[in-house]
């Protein structure tokens, strides 16, 4: 079945060190998506990529870091430089622009999503 | 700027009840997406329903339905006869029309339904 894989699905990190959470999907989609869930916070969007090898910064970028160099895998990074890492994070993929036609109006479809805590 | 509230932080019924969850949102484009999503406890986030900006005909599936109201800026969302299974925290989401996939959710409301 298509689907998005992420992995772990609980992770701890120790003081100063960087760890890397992986998001596969099979689903054939151009877009995809980072996200940190916060208790009382919704979501937060922290990386996004609408084609391979592109990437661009959402609203809390900050501590973080992305690749794409393939269409079905989009990895986070999350560096020591991030201070506050224990979080929810969710990758998230949909289709997106094909000749010329807009198809932002496609919903995104989620993991189920990685538990980071510090150790 | 583009804005999603849930004013519902928590609500609690008891099963077979009505329940309907609010959402109000704020834009200044005249084409854009409304979305809702649910969490369940497991944490994946599931699509709900997709809403475009020019077609406020409400929608109807099965205990499900979806009023969207240009002139109130909202997108409520209301089940019928709930059941225990809908518990979980459930988003309203906004995305602008064009190129531009980013979208703006709201803080969620956690949703219980108790037998």
């Known amino acids: 079945d298509g689907g998005i894989t992420q992995s772990p699905k609980y992770l701890f990190r120790k003081e100063g060190q960087n760890v890397t959470l992986s998001c596969e999907q099979n689903?054939?989609?151009?877009?995809m998506y980072w996200y940190r869930q916060d208790p009382g916070q919704g979501l937060r969007l922290i990386y996004y990529?609408?084609?391979?090898?592109?990437?661009q910064k959402g609203d809390i970028a900050e501590g973080y870091s992305v690749s794409r160099e393939k269409k079905e895998s989009f990895p986070l990074t999350v560096t020591s430089a991030q201070k506050n890492p224990t979080a929810f994070y969710l990758c998230?993929?949909?289709?997106?622009?094909?000749?010329?036609?807009?198809?932002?109006?496609?919903?995104?479809?989620f993991g189920d999503g990685t538990r980071l805590s510090i150790l | 700027a583009q804005k999603v509230t849930q004013a519902q932080t928590e609500i609690s019924v008891v099963e077979k009840e009505d329940v309907t969850l609010d959402c109000v949102y704020e834009?200044?484009?005249?084409?854009?997406?409304l979305f809702w999503y649910k969490q369940p406890p497991s944490g994946e986030l599931v699509f709900l329903i997709r809403?475009?900006?020019?077609?406020?005909q409400n929608e109807i599936s099965g205990r499900y339905s979806w009023n969207f109201q240009k002139s109130t800026s909202s997108f409520n969302f209301t089940i019928t006869a709930s059941q225990v299974v809908d518990s979980a925290v459930y988003f309203c989401?906004?995305?602008?029309?064009?190129?531009?996939?980013?979208?703006?959710f709201g803080k969620g409301t956690l949703l219980t339904v108790n037998p």
């Open positions: 998230a993929s949909s289709k997106g622009d094909t000749g010329g036609t807009s198809l932002s109006n496609q919903p995104q479809h």
């Open positions: 689903l054939n989609h151009d877009a």
């Open positions: 990529s609408q084609i391979v090898n592109d990437f």
């Open positions: 834009t200044r484009d005249t084409t854009y997406y």
């Open positions: 809403r475009n900006s020019f077609d406020e």
């Open positions: 989401a906004l995305r602008r029309g064009g190129s531009n996939y980013k979208l703006t």
